[in-house]
């Protein structure tokens, strides 16, 4: 696609319950980003891939955080046991993977655990 | 380790103003990048502009114009002649060699914008 992608645009869970967040990343590009933006705040760092190499998961606040990369394409975050402080907005970006290259974000996933 | 820092939470101006975003950045690196980025109401994160550590030429785009000084850490931003539409989140980030890839941003400035 032209853009990245990312759905659904909102989420509404029972906290306790797993959640699923979805990336498109733009075709070719084989760096992906996952970062969190909480109401007010800055982009929180959750997790990078580059590629085929093993991914930078050292933003992910705790064990019930996890993604996955398949196909060097689109790209899973799993939340599971999800919490009210988990409520963010989820943000994915996608860059061409040169040191330089900028990153281009999708419009993000608003998830609210209620 | 790397850090930016953008001391301006808020700023509010009135149309027509000049405005300068301040952003100061750690690393230990001798080549990094540095990028600025504007968040509309909207939500979606729209790329500005990229500088390397090696060109410390200023840069004009229309009414932006970015200030690059290595002796300071700083890389500022200002808008000339502000309009509403600028009204946004503005943040700066940093990516270095010791995070490869990794982008991390400043905590935002918010810009209003006031007709």
């Known amino acids: 696609g032209a853009g990245v992608s990312q759905s659904p645009s909102n989420k509404v869970t029972e906290k306790g319950k797993d959640v699923e967040l979805r990336c498109d990343p733009i075709s070719g590009h084989t760096a992906l980003y996952w970062y969190r933006q909480s109401l007010g705040q800055g982009l929180e760092f959750l997790i990078y891939?580059?590629?085929?190499?093993?991914?930078?998961k050292s933003g992910l606040p705790s064990d019930r955080f996890s993604a996955e990369r398949t196909g060097g394409s689109v790209s899973t975050l799993t939340i599971q046991r999800t919490q009210q402080e988990d409520s963010a907005v989820y943000l994915c970006a996608s860059s061409s993977g040169g040191q330089a290259s900028e990153a281009f974000f999708g419009q993000g996933t608003r998830l609210t655990v209620v | 380790a790397q850090k930016v820092t953008q001391a301006q939470t808020e700023i509010s101006v009135v149309e027509k103003e000049d405005v300068t975003l301040d952003c100061v950045y750690e690393t230990r690196d001798t080549t990094y990048y540095l990028f600025w980025y504007k968040q509309p109401p909207s939500g979606e994160l729209v790329f500005l502009i990229r500088?390397?550590?090696?060109?410390?030429q200023n840069e004009i785009s229309g009414r932006y114009s970015w200030n690059f000084q290595k002796s300071t850490s700083s890389f500022n931003f200002t808008i000339t002649a502000s309009q509403v539409v600028d009204s946004a989140v503005y943040f700066c980030a940093l990516k270095d060699g010791t995070s490869y890839g990794k982008l991390t941003f400043g905590q935002g400035t918010i810009l209003t914008v006031h007709p």
């Open positions: 891939f580059q590629g085929n190499s093993a991914p930078d």
């Open positions: 500088r390397n550590s090696f060109d410390e």
